[in-house]
């Protein structure tokens, strides 16, 4: 029988993950299917123990609002998950336990890294936002040994909260937008909702005066640009870059964990920017 997967939140039907997933398989030729599972907002764990029992689910991928429910739910957690405290990837093992990953934080560094050949070696980064998207990709990116990490927040109490949690950087500090080192960035990670609305968050333009790199975290699904990366190419920063390619390389590490072969993602993300916004 065809081994099933889907990606499981609220909303979903824009996902992207099913195509994505969908060419994996193909490339890869694995013999899978993979597709939606809107859960309702009560009822993620039955819907999950539902997908994994009676339809012999093999893994999940978790997406807005389930992250941290998923966490709860895992009998073991992969480290970037633990840390974490979300996950976005959920194996289901032949002994009914489930195994918890965060692949988010792999996702963006490979697309900086790889993709970009952005380096975050030595580097001044700001990170904007402190909630579930950001503390999922903070170890990942302090594991490259960057100069330096900022996390500006609107509500300060969160920024401070996860420089405390990752204590052990000390490169690591946080605060309000206000807070913010007048010293100048190297790249600058959007890790806010705020692009959801069509808002940016309140960065001071000083910021961005010698980037080399701003960095969406989102994408935009419709023929624009987002508002993040609209607001760096209107400052001139060399690489203004959507959240689009780190989707596809945090959905290789999934397949990844899933089927134990890694997909090329390059032909992917070429298919998927020939319907998105060149930038
Ligand atoms: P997610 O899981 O997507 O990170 P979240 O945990 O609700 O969702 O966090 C959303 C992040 O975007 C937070 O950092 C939030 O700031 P607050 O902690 O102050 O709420 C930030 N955010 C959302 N809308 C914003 C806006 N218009 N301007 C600035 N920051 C915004």
């Keep these: 029988m ?16 099913p195509r994505i997933h969908t060419l994996f398989a193909r490339q890869t030729q694995q013999d899978m299917h993979y597709s939606t599972l809107l859960a309702p907002l009560d009822q993620f764990q039955t819907a999950v123990r539902d997908f994994f029992v009676q339809e012999q689910g093999k893994g999940l991928n ?24 979300a996950v976005n990837t959920l194996l289901y093992r ?12 792999l996702g963006l560094v490979r697309d900086l890294q790889q993709n970009h050949a952005i380096a975050l070696h030595d580097k001044k980064i700001l990170v904007l936002g402190a909630g579930g998207a950001v503390r999922g990709v903070l170890q990942p990116i302090l594991e490259q040994y960057p100069q330096q990490v900022f996390i500006a927040n609107r509500t ?4 401070h909260e ?38 940016l968050p309140p960065v ?30 209107s ?22 964990i899933w089927r134990g072969v890694r997909p090329e993602t390059h032909t992917v993300l070429s ?9």
Excluded at 95 to 105: H, K, L, V, Y
Excluded at 170 to 189: A, C, E, N, S
Excluded at 207 to 219: F, I, K, N, R, T
Excluded at 235 to 256: I, W
């Design 204 to 233: 001071p333009a000083h910021c961005v005066v010698d980037a080399e790199c701003c960095y969406d975290m989102m994408y935009s699904s419709e023929s624009a640009s987002t508002a993040f990366v609209q607001w760096a190419l």
């Design 156 to 159: 300060t109490a969160r920024a």
């Design 235 to 256: 400052h001139h920063v060399p690489r203004a870059l959507d959240g689009l390619g780190m989707l596809v390389e945090q959905a290789a590490e999934s397949f990844f």
């Design 271 to 279: 298919v998927l920017r020939a319907r998105e916004p060149q930038i």
């Design 162 to 199: 996860l420089v405390t949690l990752f204590g052990q950087f000390d490169v690591l500090d946080g605060g309000g937008y206000g807070d913010i080192p007048k010293t100048g960035f190297d790249i600058i990670i959007n890790g806010t909702s705020a692009s959801l609305q069509g808002d």
């Design 62 to 85: 978790v997406t807005v609002p389930f992250k941290q429910e998923a966490w709860q739910l895992c009998n073991e957690h992969s480290d970037y998950a633990l840390h974490s405290g």
């Design 94 to 105: 032949d002994d009914g336990s489930i195994w918890g990953a965060n692949t988010d934080g």
């Design 2 to 17: 065809t081994d099933q997967y889907a990606v499981i939140g609220n909303p979903v039907a824009h996902s992207k993950s």
